[in-house]
């Protein structure tokens, strides 16, 4: 009898270990055929950073199926029924998507597979418990992350699946014939920002790292960015190199506020892709909709401004040292992220979505769903949103949490030579502010009443 064939369509979970599919794909047929799309409708918004850190991640899932992953170009839609039918595949196995794009794209992927006489089986999904599972006791989902994370700690999820390379025999790509071209790993695009190593023996180096050095202060170390104690997880989390589930069950046991703040942060991960899901439009507009009557500077000096954020040349030490992280890391740290988000939105008074889609072309690690709510957090637009009154003044948020002024010195080196906590002010320094570094572009207590001001709109719409 002839051995059946089953394809595995990598998306984002580019790694073999906890790999649910390739139980899937074992279960319905003798082989499979590995597979990943280059998708134009992603790669095109995705900056460089993410396309080049993809591209490691792919070649490195190469080599661990012993260069049996077929890479073909095009719309999945065409390509994918194309593949299995050259294959004679019968099943397509995915991890299902829940983002806007990828819901639409796995629909019409799963209605061309019927016309062509095959299934797509969708088996897991790039978080722990999938977005849509978590109720309330009445039905419905949560708004609020607090009780979110309660009742996904209190849903839980599998343990990880025990999968290798070895868990399926794989077709040599070039035995099948017909179906769209095959096309290599394209090269690496020019990109500025210093990458962290790509793939899944990255991520586990990493995270082994993490569990022996920075798990233990991560509670009381993770809100200073001079030291480098987060995990740095992001960015394989959001290509699935590792996926959470493992990182839950890592875990395990262990008890104590670090482990407590980091499950937690897990769950943030979990809830904003909760909250995509079922506010599919929250990816563009304002989730809490009277923010839509917040008046917003657009015109031509709002772009002036934008480009002097971009730049890291706001006169504001803390902010401008985490936009020249961003762009010579791809990545930049939490607390930064919300420093440099709330300067654009309460001291500029520019559109949050301007922000969010600057991250989106530099970080390494930028994911639409905790990108567009980390940014709804700060304007005070998303779900449980820090109240807009809370406005974070970047000289105190720098020396709070730059006591020693040592992540603004690493990142502004016009500003390398002042010493200790007085980098956050440079224009009280008595030689004046060092050469090459600007004037600060606003009166932090003016835009603060500004802001204020602007907000009796949204109060009044309410
Ligand atoms: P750790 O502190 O080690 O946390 C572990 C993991 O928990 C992270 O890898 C991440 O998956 C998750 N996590 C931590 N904090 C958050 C959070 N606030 N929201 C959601 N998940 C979280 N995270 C992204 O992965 N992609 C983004 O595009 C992104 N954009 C953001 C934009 C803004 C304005 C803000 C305020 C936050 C954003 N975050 C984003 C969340 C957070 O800043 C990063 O996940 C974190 O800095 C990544 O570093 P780490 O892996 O060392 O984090």
Redesign the pocket.
């Known amino acids: 009898m002839a051995s059946s064939t089953a394809v595995v369509w990598f998306r984002r979970d580019l790694r073999v270990a906890d790999q649910p599919t390739f139980l899937a794909a074992a279960d319905a047929a003798d082989r499979a055929l590995a597979l990943f799309v280059l998708d134009p409708a992603l790669l095109g918004p995705s900056g460089a950073a993410r396309t080049n850190f993809l591209y490691g991640c792919l070649r490195e899932l190469d080599a661990a199926l012993g260069g049996n992953l077929l890479v073909v170009r095009g719309d999945p839609a065409e390509v994918v029924p194309q593949v299995a039918t050259a294959a004679g595949a019968g099943t397509v196995h995915i991890a299902a998507d829940f983002g806007p794009y990828g819901l639409e794209r796995d629909e019409r992927v799963e209605k061309a597979l019927a016309d062509a006489g095959a299934e797509l089986i969708r088996t897991g999904s790039p978080y722990a418990v999938a977005p849509g599972r978590v109720e309330k006791g009445e039905g419905g989902p949560f708004k609020v992350f607090t009780p979110f994370s309660r009742a996904w700690a209190d849903h839980g999820w599998r343990a990880p699946a025990r999968t290798s390379a070895s868990s399926c025999s794989w077709v040599d790509p070039s035995t099948v014939d017909g179906g769209p071209r095959a096309v290599p790993v394209p090269g690496d695009e020019p990109c500025d920002s210093t990458l962290p190593e790509p793939g899944e023996r990255a991520a586990v180096q990493r995270w082994s790292d993490f569990l022996d050095e920075g798990l233990h202060d991560?509670e009381g170390d993770?809100d200073l960015p001079a030291k480098h104690d987060?995990?740095?997880?992001?960015p394989y989390?959001?290509y699935g190199c590792v996926h959470p589930r493992t990182l839950l069950a890592d875990l395990g046991e262990r008890r104590g506020d670090s482990v407590r703040a980091?499950r937690t942060?897990?769950a943030?991960?979990e809830f904003?892709a909760d909250v995509l899901y079922r506010r599919p439009d929250s990816a563009r507009r304002n989730y809490d909709t009277a923010f839509d009557h917040l008046p917003l500077r657009t015109d031509s000096d709002a772009y002036a401004d934008l480009d002097r954020w971009t730049q890291g040349r706001t006169g504001f030490p803390i902010v401008d040292a985490g936009m020249r992280q961003l762009r010579a890391e791809a990545?930049?740290?939490?607390r930064l992220?919300?420093v440099v988000?709330s300067f654009l939105v309460k001291d500029l008074h520019l559109p949050w979505w301007w922000g969010a889609r600057h991250?989106?072309q530099y970080?390494v690690?930028?994911?639409l769903a905790?990108?567009q709510h980390?940014?709804q957090?700060?304007a005070g637009s998303g779900t449980d949103a820090s109240p807009y009154f809370r406005i974070f003044n970047p000289i105190t948020q720098g020396e709070r949490f730059d006591p020693d002024g040592d992540y603004v010195r690493r990142w502004v080196p016009e500003l390398a030579d002042v010493p200790g906590k007085a980098v956050h002010q440079p224009w009280k320094l008595r030689d004046g502010i060092p050469e090459g570094y600007p004037e600060p572009m606003v009166d932090h207590r003016t835009e603060r009443r500004e802001s204020l001001d602007r907000y009796e709109a949204v109060k009044a719409a309410r």
Do not use: P, Q, V
């Not at 987060?230 to 992001?234: E, L």
């Not at 990545?331 to 939490?334: I, V, Y």
């Open positions: 991560y993770r987060t995990s740095g997880m992001s989390l959001k980091f942060e897990i943030w991960r904003y990545w930049m740290h939490n992220r919300m988000a991250f989106m970080l690690d930028g994911d905790s990108n980390g940014w957090w700060t």
